[in-house]
């Protein structure tokens, strides 16, 4: 709002932070149920003296440190950079609100990443004992992250008694924290479950093969009992109306809740089956049939998670373009181009050039002309009046924040879109 | 003044702490991460002067020396990224409303700086681990090592930027409309050299504690590699010296005389901060380089440069706002608890170390 837009012609600011984040979910999570799988596995090969298998181990812990430290560390960065140049209002809330909690998350973080690096490369080395608390340091860090962030995460989707008394424990603590920290865990263990058939694929010992596919099987089947249960929860846990909107109330938002557990479901039986009964077949394509599968069914729940809270960044308080719901009856007599000067930078002083920076000001972070979120099928052989008639309405659809702004902003608007989608002048 | 209705204000929730507790915070963290954004870039420039030194005189030890730094780079990399999550995270506090804006107008050049380090760091692992055909090649993988340097200068140029045009709010306008260069800012091309070279002189430091410290490698490379580290040092904080005068010449009038008298603080600093490097070039000269000594003054310059960083910052950003009169709504629970857990996870990331350094010893005799 009150910040330059970011615009590029060809990638919408949703798409690269959902490209960016979807990678860096799937790595923080594994990177925190392959830190327990890693370390109880080793473990439980000291206990029956099985070097091979701990050897086996040993190659699991180095996908953490090639994949997790690196990718999973700056995807991570990359979400916040994002999300920032999309949405720096929202942005710049979040991180005002929870300041000394990402700072303590932040703590976590130099936890794990240390942690991560003194084990791995002091494998054989130290003494079994002092590696396996290094070991467990590591997924203590890894695992705080989460417990901290999910904490910010459902914050904006139910942010419950912090927008009358703005405190941090009541943003924190909110009704749909715990069920995204039970969920979340889940599919941290599933996720580990499935990277490490990638290095079973790979592993030649049978016997090897065997002993930690069933283990590989237990962290799969207590994931699945977690997430199903954590994310059932989580959907009592809302609100009675965005219930309703997960369950048929919203085609595109049911469709995305719907596959994402049956694509869960179908991970859990093939990879139970692989794990538990035949684990000698797990080859490489299993493995990345599992991979890809969790990637589908873990993405469609975070679009359905990010969408369930349009048309908010944060329910209730601030909208997605940015414009806070108490500011809205003063922007609607003062115009929303009173409150920044920089949609209208570089634009000519007409009708059509107001309606641009109007659109620039409120629409552009969601949504493009053709494209993204394209309004082109929306407004196409609509004339100039019936667009700035559909502009009162747009919080009809339960997803749109209302039009935000003068009677002759709306109307500039209203000719801006008209003559981008259907040419008029 | 256009400018300020451009500056976006500062956002309604108010910020968890007063301002000056972020201030020091952002101070503190940000003076770990240039340490290991030194020993990175600084590291990285050393790596391929010390290959070229091996490949130009035939002397195996300075590969081993680029070798070694290959090897503690991949550490320095991930340091790097981790402690400057940190003054990030502060400076978005304080300072949110240039930032932001200043990142918007860098756009994709800002994004990029983020896959620039993801690939700078699998290079760097390639050069270290040498899987495949690599190590039989002719290089030993030395090109990854150039690509990996070009990638940092380029993030060290990105991140200079987005300071650098995050203090001009006036130039923003030129620069939103294409009308101006973001690098066209008077400050930017000093700083930045003064950034590498700085990064440079630090690591050539680090070479010469490093050497002494290292018991495994023969007397040979123990002497190269110290004044390998010596000659870097000397040679680099003496071409500071025009540098940094072009770089405070290039600040306005106002700003520069923040460190010479116009701020305490920054005065001090000021001073201090160039009476350690003079006498870091004087002892090395004299022949009296005592590692301790050095390493003392090393740190010093760099802790005296960041509270030098501060004052001007702070210069130039209270053109615009005063960032104390922020509205505060203290969260005073939770920062008790970041604080202590910070606390436990340095003390036990110390004690691990310790226990790692205890059990290591014995095989190494």
């Known amino acids: ?425 | 003044m256009e400018s300020i209705n451009l500056i976006p204000s500062f956002l309604p929730i108010g910020i968890s702490s007063p301002p000056a507790l972020f201030v020091f915070f952002l101070t503190f963290t940000f003076f770990l991460h240039i340490i290991f954004v030194n020993l990175t870039l600084g590291g990285s420039l050393l790596l391929l002067t010390s290959k070229y030194i091996s490949k130009v005189y035939g002397d195996n030890n300075y590969n081993m020396i680029a070798e070694e730094l290959g090897y503690l780079n991949t550490f320095n990399i991930s340091l790097t990224v981790t402690t400057g999550v940190a003054p990030l995270l502060f400076i978005q506090t304080i300072y949110g409303n240039f930032f932001y804006t200043s990142s918007v107008l860098l756009s994709f050049k800002w994004l990029f700086v983020l896959a620039a380090v993801i690939f700078a760091y699998y290079f760097y692992y390639l050069y270290k681990m040498k899987p495949l055909y690599i190590r039989y090649s002719g290089g030993k993988g030395i090109i990854f090592i150039v690509f990996a340097a070009l990638l940092f200068l380029y993030v060290a140029f990105m991140l200079v930027s987005n300071t650098v045009l995050s203090t001009h709010p006036e130039a923003w306008k030129e620069v939103y409309l294409n009308k101006r260069a973001f690098f066209d800012l008077p400050t930017l091309l000093p700083r930045y050299i003064h950034f590498v070279f700085a990064a440079t002189a630090f690591a050539g430091l680090f070479l010469m504690v490093y050497s002494r410290m290292k018991k495994s490698f023969s007397k040979e490379l123990k002497e190269k590699m110290y004044s390998f580290g010596k000659k870097s040092f000397f040679i680099v904080t003496l071409a500071q010296i025009p540098v940094g005068i072009w770089l405070l010449l290039s600040h306005e009038k106002e700003i520069m005389m923040l460190l010479m008298g116009g701020s305490l603080l920054g005065t001090i600093s000021f001073i201090i901060a160039l009476v350690a490097a003079i006498s870091a070039l004087v002892v090395i000269m004299l022949k009296k380089d005592n590692i301790y000594l050095l390493t003392g003054i090393g740190v010093a310059i760099i802790i005296f440069m960041v509270l030098i960083r501060r004052v001007i910052e702070n210069g130039y950003f209270s053109k615009y706002v005063n960032i104390y009169n922020m509205e505060t709504n203290p969260q005073w629970g939770i920062f008790a608890i970041f604080l202590l857990l910070l606390l436990a996870v340095l003390g036990i990331i110390g004690f691990t170390l310790f226990k790692i350094n205890r059990e290591l010893k014995p095989k190494n005799k």
């Open chain 1, 1 to 425: 709002m009150e910040f330059p837009f970011w615009i590029h012609p060809d990638i919408a600011g949703g798409q690269l932070i959902a490209s960016i984040a979807i990678l860096h979910v799937f790595i923080s999570h594994f990177a925190v149920g392959m830190g327990l799988y890693v370390v109880m596995a080793e473990q439980k090969a000291v206990k029956n003296e099985d070097w091979e298998l701990l050897n086996f181990v040993k190659t699991n812990s180095s996908l953490i440190l090639f994949i997790s430290a690196i990718l999973g560390a700056l995807t991570g960065v990359g979400i916040w950079f994002s999300i920032a140049l999309v949405s720096p209002a929202g942005t710049g809330s979040l991180i005002s609100i929870f300041v000394w909690g990402w700072a303590s998350e932040w703590v976590f973080f130099v936890l794990e990443i240390s942690a991560l690096l003194m084990y791995y490369y002091t494998w054989d080395k130290i003494s079994q004992r002092t590696h396996i608390f290094i070991g467990w340091l590591y997924f203590i860090g890894a695992f705080f992250s989460l417990v901290i962030i999910a904490g910010i995460i459902a914050f904006q989707l139910t942010p419950g008694t912090w927008n009358t008394d703005r405190t941090f424990w009541s943003g924190f603590f909110n009704a749909s924290y715990l069920p995204q920290v039970v969920g979340r865990f889940g599919i941290s263990l599933i996720l580990a479950a499935v990277y490490s058939t990638l290095v079973l694929s790979f592993t030649k010992n049978e016997r090897v093969k065997k002993t930690a596919g069933h283990f590989s099987g237990i962290f799969a089947a207590v994931g699945f009992i977690l997430t199903f249960g954590g994310f059932y929860w989580w959907e009592l846990s809302l609100p009675q109306n965005i219930q309703g909107l997960l369950s048929g109330g919203n085609v595109i938002l049911t469709n995305f809740f719907r596959y994402a557990s049956f694509t869960a479901l179908g991970l859990a039986i093939v990879s139970l089956f692989f794990t538990f009964v035949i684990p000698k077949k797990i080859n490489i394509v299993v493995a990345v049939i599992l991979m890809v599968t969790g990637l589908y069914s873990f993405g469609y729940y975070e679009f359905a998670r990010e969408r369930a809270r349009k048309p908010y960044i944060i329910m209730n308080y601030m909208y997605a373009n940015g414009i806070l719901t108490s500011e809205v009856s003063k922007l609607n007599k003062d115009g929303i181009l009173s409150k920044t000067g920089w949609t209208e930078l570089g634009k000519p002083d007409t009708k059509i050039g107001k309606g641009r920076a109007v659109f620039e000001a409120e629409c552009v972070s969601c949504h493009k002309i053709k494209g993204y979120n394209a309004l082109t099928p929306k407004m196409q052989g609509m004339g100039e009046q019936d667009i700035a008639f559909f502009l009162t309405m747009l919080d009809s659809n339960p997803l749109m924040p209302p039009f935000v702004g003068t009677e002759t902003e709306r109307k500039a608007l209203a000719a801006y879109l008209n003559k981008e989608i259907n040419g008029g002048s």
